[in-house]
Each structure stands twice: as structure tokens, then as C-alpha cells.
């Protein structure tokens, strides 16, 4: 008899798994049965959780039969709405406090990026929630408002560079996606000690290894998104062995797994100078940020209206 005992929860349900497997079964049907279904965000969460406790009963029948009828075909835009409720929710209460730029820059990195984080570690989240999810830090960090739009004064590409790249050093999210799902494809390829990783040699990879298999149309949009960061892999190194030899370095080199593979990710840019007299010790931060504009030249003065008919007399001295 399998036995185990531990409580999977999410905000809007809690199994109990204390038994046998065909105990488990019978709770999670139950929990399906409430008034709080499960969404598809909440059930990959859930599923996630789960299959890294169990891989077969007693019989060997492996928990995807048992779960299998629960899997969403995709997990559509509109199932990260509770996501994009709660980060409109938290900018809506800042709103009214005149906040400075580096005041909303800190938010963005602490709370809002620190909401998205969990998502960002267990799904390969969909080009329009991120879009959607984007939009909502620029709007604030430009605006302090999340409905009003206006034209950001530099590229959120941009932004999210490191200092030294010209950047403010906010995490690029599609490329934190990706190194989240890069360190899952090396723990498959590693084969590491963990229920979730057997299952996934036993189901997928039967016939073929991690770097030659395809994902088909049927099988999980994790596993699919898995397979598309290992093809980016494969495309930059030319082959496995070189693939393997980089994610490999990424492992035992300085630093962690993950830091390596965001750099890796992460579009590249080029050093600009000045760098440490925008970002001195002794400096604001407030002031800090006006200086990174101004070299940026992206500062609203008047200087850069040269294109409009205006008095191009300056208004103190009234010189041109």
C-alpha cells in the first residue's frame, strides 16, 4: 500500500492526501465538485504539486490516467486574469501617494515582478498575458496609473537591461521564463532524484532522449514550452553535446544555474559610459534616475523640441 501524508493548497482549495492512492483520487474529484472549480492556472499549480509527491499506485497506473480527464487543452489568456486583477488591484492602492520614478521602479521590482515570479517558475506564460503584464508596469512607472497610457520615455526593452547596459536592471521576463524552463530541461536531462522527473522519462522520453524528441499536439503546454527552450538551445550551440557542455558550465561554474541561464536568455546590449557617476553610492537615488535620463537624452526639455515652431530663444537669458 502507497502511503504519504501532506495537504496541497492554493487559495481556493485544499486537498488532503493522507491515504491510499484511490483515497486521493476519490478527495480530488471531490475538490473538483465544490463551489470553487479548479482554473487552469490553479490546476497546473495543483498538478505540479502532485505529481511531485506520486508517480503510480500499487498497480502502476500512473497519475496522469487518474488526472488525465482534469488537463485544460491550453491555458487560455483569459485564465491569468485573477494575475493581471491583482497586479491592477495593488497599483490602484498606490495610486494618490506621489510616488517618485525610483519610488514606482522599486514596487515594480519588489511586488508586482515578486506576484509574477510564482507564475514565472511553474508556467510558460502565454505572449499576451506577458504583453498584458508589461503594459501594466509601464503605465505605472511612466504614468503612476495603470488605465492612463502615455509615451514611456525609454523602451521597456531597454529598461530592463543591467546598469551597465544602460538598463535599470529590472528582470526581462520572457527571458526569466525561459531560465526557469531551461533549469526544469537540465533537472530532465540530469535525471534528478525526484518523482516528477521519473514520470517524465517514463511518459515522454521512453523512446528517445531529451535532445531528440518532439512534443506533440496532445502532450502538456509545459512540456512544450520545455522542448521550444531546448530548441533555442540546440540553435545557438550547433548540437546536444554542445548544448550539454554550456548547461553543464552553467551548473558548476560561479554563480547559480539560474543567473547563467537569464544572461543567456536575456537580449544583449552594449556598455555605455558614465555609468558609475549615474549610479554613485553617495548619490539619491531620485536624482540618480533624472542623470540616467539625461544621458539617455530622453528628458522632456525644451531642447528637443527643435522640430516644433517654438521661440527657440532660451527663457532666462533669451538667447538662442
Known amino acids: 500500500m502507497f502511503y ?8 481556493q482549495f485544499i486537498v488532503y492526501l493522507n491515504s491510499s492512492l ?4 476519490l478527495l480530488v474529484w471531490t475538490s473538483t465538485r465544490r463551489n470553487h472549480p479548479f482554473s487552469s492556472g490553479e490546476l497546473a499549480i495543483f498538478q505540479s504539486n502532485l505529481f511531485s509527491l506520486l508517480l503510480a ?8 490516467h487518474i488526472l488525465g480527464s482534469l488537463n485544460p487543452p491550453k491555458l487560455l489568456a483569459s485564465q491569468f486574469s485573477s494575475l493581471l ?14 510616488l517618485t520614478y525610483v519610488g514606482r521602479l522599486e514596487l515594480i521590482r519588489s511586488v508586482l515582478f515578486g506576484k509574477v515570479q510564482f507564475w514565472l517558475n511553474i508556467l510558460s506564460i502565454p505572449d499576451v498575458v506577458m504583453r498584458n503584464i508589461i503594459s501594466i508596469c509601464r503605465n505605472f512607472l511612466w504614468t503612476c496609473d495603470v488605465q492612463r497610457s502615455t509615451s514611456a520615455l525609454v523602451a521597456w526593452k531597454n529598461i530592463c537591461m543591467p546598469k551597465t547596459k544602460g538598463g535599470l536592471g529590472l528582470f526581462d521576463l520572457r527571458a526569466r521564463n525561459r531560465s526557469f524552463l531551461g533549469k526544469q530541461l537540465w533537472n530532465v536531462h540530469f535525471k534528478t532524484d525526484s518523482v516528477w522527473i521519473r514520470w517524465i522519462h517514463h511518459f515522454y522520453l521512453s523512446s528517445g532522449t531529451i535532445w531528440t524528441v518532439q512534443a ?14 531546448r530548441d533555442l538551445i540546440l540553435q545557438h550551440c550547433g548540437d546536444s553535446e554542445s548544448s550539454i557542455t554550456l548547461m553543464s558550465s552553467w551548473s558548476t561554474g560561479a554563480g547559480s544555474f539560474m543567473s547563467h541561464a537569464y544572461d ?13 557617476v549615474i549610479w554613485e553610492q553617495w548619490s539619491l537615488s531620485k536624482y540618480s534616475f533624472i542623470l540616467w ?3 539617455l537624452g530622453k528628458l522632456r526639455t525644451r531642447d528637443r523640441l527643435s ?11 533669451r538667447q538662442a
Do not use: Y
Not at 499506485?57 to 496522469?64: D, H, P, R
Not at 506533440?216 to 527552450?229: E, G
Not at 536568455?265 to 558614465?274: C, L
Open 22 to 25: 484511490s483515497l486521493a483520487r
Open 293 to 295: 535620463l539625461a544621458v
Open 85 to 98: 486583477h491583482d497586479l491592477k488591484s495593488s497599483v490602484q492602492g498606490w495610486i494618490g501617494n506621489h
Open 216 to 229: 506533440h499536439h496532445s502532450t502538456s503546454l509545459l512540456w512544450k514550452a520545455i522542448i521550444s527552450v
Open 307 to 317: 522640430f516644433v515652431p517654438i521661440d527657440p530663444n532660451c527663457v532666462f537669458c
Open 4 to 11: 504519504f501524508s501532506v495537504v496541497v493548497t492554493s487559495p
Open 264 to 276: 543567456f536568455f536575456r537580449p544583449v546590449g552594449s556598455t555605455i559610459s558614465r555609468v558609475r
Open 57 to 64: 499506485s500499487e498497480k502502476g497506473v500512473f497519475l496522469s
